[in-house]
């Protein structure tokens, strides 16, 4: 699956630049996987010490939370795409 | 001297200088002020606070700033009244309210917060000075500005009461209503902070500003005789506050200021706006944020900024949170007011209904001392309670027309 990644300003150090990225995999935790692969430093940033997504990192996969959905597990589909959201440096609208 | 270090992450520990910074770069954590307590516990007593004067600046060694202040040196040390016909009513033993709705200079809270904030933007060598407002803060960032010699941008929600909007464009600030919620208004500040290099107080000063608002705690432990309360009940937007009370009486005892006591954290919130009480309730703590729908604007925040540590707080002090309608809020306005002749805002209502509503559940207990936190003036709430109070009676000018209405002892609806 191939799906594309929104990245916010303070993470575009790690992508040139580039606001968006495709990646490939059929889950969450792929796609981050895939991520590190393809701009070594991301997972660091993204997730703790135990792998878990940062406490103050939101996923938002088609607007929709994934710690609603089943996290780092949450499957993903072609097309579909996913932001990556500080949840206090900027935040979201709902 | 300075009893700050630095900022410093509350979800990594990574160490940042006392610069307008409150998110950390590497993990997106809040940053928060790192003290010397060390140092502070060394010069600490009751007797340096008690020699000093009735301010929040009493504290000063536990207050963020590396000099004195420049802004609000006259803020806080509001009444902390006993309140027995209220607890009467409620059936409860021991009650108090902390009355931040006379404030000063804007009847409310966030005097506080607004006092520590400008103070630490002149020190940082700011201008201009701004914030995202549901409108307690903007009244106090607007008025304070003036006393401050700062230039001032207010951004609120468009559909703030009258008294909030009034209240700020009063002191010549330049006031930004937008189309949108308050959740809508902080995000773009958050752009704004960046792109203007403006001090937000409750944005890039966040950390500074927060401080504040635990001299809300200092006091009501003070007041009681050095000593904490067993229940304290608090109403939430951000989430921020109720922290900073439990972190307030922390820190007396580990610096040896009172006794060590278990004090429970009790958060209220709008029903129309409640995703701390919801996240409390379920036993989670992942805030789901909500599109805010109530009367109570001032705490009408769908999106806490400090929601996952306020749920935290809540839960390690062995306290709860519950919310209430628009309907009982208006009832708990009116059950302040004509019992201890306190008129609050909505957000006041909300904190008066909660307390009411965990009594009869029987989670506050009647027979131990609970302080309730009132922390805005009714007057900038006006269009609350308009429709829901008795209108006056009006009558010709003779002791005839008078001596007609006693003798009927109707009430006059006219």
């Known amino acids: ?94 | 001297m300075s009893f700050v270090k630095g900022l410093k992450c509350r979800e990594c520990g990574k160490g940042y200088p006392k610069e307008a910074l409150h998110v950390c770069s590497f993990c997106f954590g809040p940053l928060e002020v790192d003290y010397e307590y060390e140092e502070i516990k060394k010069v600490i007593s009751r007797e340096l606070i008690e020699s000093r004067g009735k301010n929040m600046w009493r504290y000063k060694e536990l207050l963020p700033l590396d000099g004195e202040p420049t802004v609000g040196a006259q803020v806080g040390y509001t009444p902390l009244i006993k309140a027995d016909n209220l607890a009467k009513k409620l059936g409860v033993e021991e009650l108090y309210v902390k009355n931040d709705s006379v404030n000063f200079p804007t009847f409310s809270f966030k005097d506080r917060v607004v006092s520590a904030a400008l103070s630490k933007a002149k020190e940082l060598g700011f201008k201009t000075v701004a914030c995202a407002t549901t409108g307690n803060l903007g009244n106090s960032v607007a008025a304070q500005a003036v006393q401050g010699n700062l230039e001032s941008y207010i951004f609120m929600p468009s559909n703030l009461e009258q008294g909030k909007v009034i209240g700020t464009s009063i002191y010549g600030t330049n006031v930004i209503g937008i189309n949108g919620n308050y959740d809508n208004v902080n995000r773009m500040c958050s752009e704004i902070a960046d792109k203007y290099g403006w001090a937000f107080a409750n944005i890039n000063l966040r950390p500074y500003y927060a401080e504040g608002s635990k001299t809300y705690g200092y006091e009501i432990v003070e007041q009681l005789g050095w000593k904490a309360p067993k229940h304290v009940v608090v109403p939430m937007a951000g989430g921020s506050l109720i922290i900073k009370i439990g972190k307030a009486i922390k820190e007396m005892i580990d610096l040896g200021l009172i006794e060590k006591s278990n004090m429970a954290l009790y958060g209220a919130q709008a029903s129309g706006s409640s995703p701390i009480t919801t996240a409390v309730k379920k036993e989670s703590d992942v805030i789901a944020p909500v599109i805010p729908n109530t009367i109570a604007h001032s705490i009408a925040i769908g999106n806490p900024a400090d929601g996952y540590y306020s749920v935290k707080a809540i839960n390690n002090s062995g306290g709860c949170a519950e919310d209430v309608s628009d309907d009982e809020l208006v009832e708990g306005i009116k059950l302040l007011a004509s019992t201890e002749g306190i008129f609050t805002e909505t957000a006041g209502g909300v904190t008066v209904a909660v307390t009411k509503k965990l009594i009869e559940q029987g989670k506050l207990p009647r027979d131990e001392s609970i302080v309730i936190c009132i922390t805005g003036n009714g007057l900038k709430t006006l269009e609350a309670v308009m429709d829901k109070v008795e209108k006056p009676c009006v009558i010709d000018a003779n002791i005839e027309s008078f001596n007609a209405i006693m003798e009927k002892r109707e009430v006059c609806t006219a």
């Open chain 1, 1 to 94: 699956m191939s799906v594309k990644v929104r990245i916010p300003t303070p993470l575009r150090s790690l992508t040139n630049g580039s606001e968006e990225v495709i990646v490939e995999g059929n889950s969450i935790k792929e796609v981050i996987d895939n991520l590190e692969t393809n701009h070594k430093g991301f997972k660091a940033r993204l997730c703790d010490e135990n792998g878990q997504i940062r406490r103050f990192i939101n996923f938002y996969l088609n607007d929709e939370d994934i710690r609603f959905k089943d996290n780092q597990e949450t499957t993903v589909n072609d097309g579909d795409q996913i932001s990556i959201v500080p949840a206090i440096a900027g935040g979201r609208t709902l």
